[in-house]
């Protein structure tokens, strides 16, 4: 019975909206086809930024670059009390989700889940975004050309929320 209805749900609220948008008094599918034009125009402005992106985080993971870095920092991030696993998802996550996550799950597959490694990733991963990614399609989707402080704070933000999800880590589970 639920899957009946939860089946005819989508459909239904499709087949609403566009009613709404056909028979309302307002010019709801004008509205929807501006909106559409504008969203296209958008997608074109960013795909330079986004084939940028793209190639560089593919020839950073090509050459590998984040395993050396990782490599290098690890005794540091050792002795700051910082997981040295957990330096290539760190390096990888303020980039690109897609190299995060196969980071996050090789990290998993050598580590362990229940590894404070592990642990550690998980609540970063859960909690921590793209932040180069999203900083650089905002501003080039709005047109903002002085970034000055920017990407200094949000860096700022994710090694205090790297820290402190290490932190928390340890103290609710080791």
């Known amino acids: 019975m639920i899957e009946s209805l939860s089946a005819l ?13 056909l028979f309302g008094k307002k010019d709801y599918f004008g509205a929807f086809t501006k909106g559409a034009r504008e969203g296209l125009r958008t997608t074109v402005q960013l795909l330079p930024t986004l084939t940028a992106l793209m190639v560089a985080i593919s020839m950073l993971n090509a050459c590998g670059i984040v395993e050396t870095v990782a490599e290098l920092l690890g005794p540091a ?8 696993e957990l330096l ?3 390096i990888t996550r303020p980039f690109s989700g897609s190299a995060a ?3 996050y799950t090789q990290l998993l597959e050598q580590v362990g889940a229940d590894s404070l490694p592990g642990l550690c990733a998980s609540v970063i991963f859960g909690s921590s975004d793209t932040v180069v990614y999203i900083a650089s399609v905002y501003f080039s989707a709005v047109g903002v050309r002085r970034t ?6 949000a860096v700022a933000i ?6 402190f999800s290490c932190f928390l880590c340890r103290i609710w589970f080791f």
Do not use: Q
């Open 9 to 21: 749900l989508l459909p239904t609220v499709v087949a609403l909206t566009g009613a709404l948008m």
């Open 148 to 153: 000055r402080y920017c990407f200094p704070v």
């Open 101 to 103: 996550t196969a980071t």
């Open 158 to 163: 994710m090694l205090f929320c790297v820290f």
């Open 88 to 90: 290539p998802l760190l």
């Open 77 to 84: 991030a050792d002795r700051i009390g910082l997981p040295a």
